[in-house]
């Protein structure tokens, strides 16, 4: 663990609302934990059964886990309403369930996007807010995004071209972690959201800031060899591949906690996807924050056999490594 993340593991501060942060609630609102996306190679044997049976999809599998899931795709290209109207049934099965977006990126990474290209992004964004099914669009930002005033024009463009959804604003760059910029967000009804990141240069610290009713924590890993990365040899998902230990993810489930208190509703992402170490700490964050064991999915705890400390059954087969008693 580096050295400043080891200074940030004393317990967060309670303080009073500053300013662009909302005041306490009268109750804790809730806190919804998932994945970030559900399509990749690697989760194949691992977090989904090696053998698939008629009818599987990942989505309706992640939901019997999880109440929420961040869709990825739709940073690339604009979801489409026929996939939008598909997920939303396929997560039938769980009222308590809500899809979170990523803005498409040519909105927030790109210049030149048009009138059309809000009308693609909002065909399949409507379909999910419709059926009631969609908890936020996030606009994230690269690192290279600074807070000038030209960016702090862009942003506003886009909370109000799309201020008919719940918004969150990912930034990465510590110029954005500014008093200003927190009542900015607050005035457009957008939330901040508070991540988990390796810490280089100017990169912006955890917290557990809350500037609308909609609360957001997104963990990426903390894989600082590989964050910033220009070898083109190098795997993508090498930047994801990262495991949190329970010790690291305990100071985020105080920051949920308190970001519950002055929220209605919390979104808490993992976004270390490779081999499903996400999902790994997914389950371990709920496990946290509810005091309860968790449902695990079969295939899971055989690759990771720490997951049977907090699963709320046996195995229906024994692992290759099981834990010893405590």
Known sequence: MDREYSAMRSKPKRSVSAPGEVA???????????????????WHGIVYPSRRPSGFHEATYLAEYFDT???????????????????????AANSRFLFTAKLWQKFTHEDGATSADEAAVRAGFDVLHGAGRLGAVLLQFPFSFHNTPQNRVRVEQLLKAFGTYP???????????HPDFYEFLHKHGAGICNIDQP??????RPGERATSRLGYV???GRRADTWFSDDPELPRHERYNYLYSERELEPWARRIRLLSERTETTFVVTNNHFEGK????????IHMLSGKKVKVPETLRHRYPQLELIADAPPREPTLFPLPPP
């Open 24 to 42: 306490r609630c009268n109750a804790p609102g809730r806190v919804l934990v998932g994945p970030a996306g559900w399509s990749y190679p690697d």
């Open 167 to 177: 918004l969150v604003v990912e930034v990465r760059h510590s110029s954005w972690a």
């Open 278 to 285: 996400g999902v790994v700490n997914a389950l371990q964050l």
């Open 218 to 220: 997104r963990l990426h």
């Open 199 to 204: 810490l280089i240069g100017r990169s912006i």
């Open 69 to 91: 899931i961040e869709i990825n795709t739709s940073f690339y290209n604009p979801l489409r309403s026929d996939h939008a109207a598909h997920w939303v049934e396929r997560v």
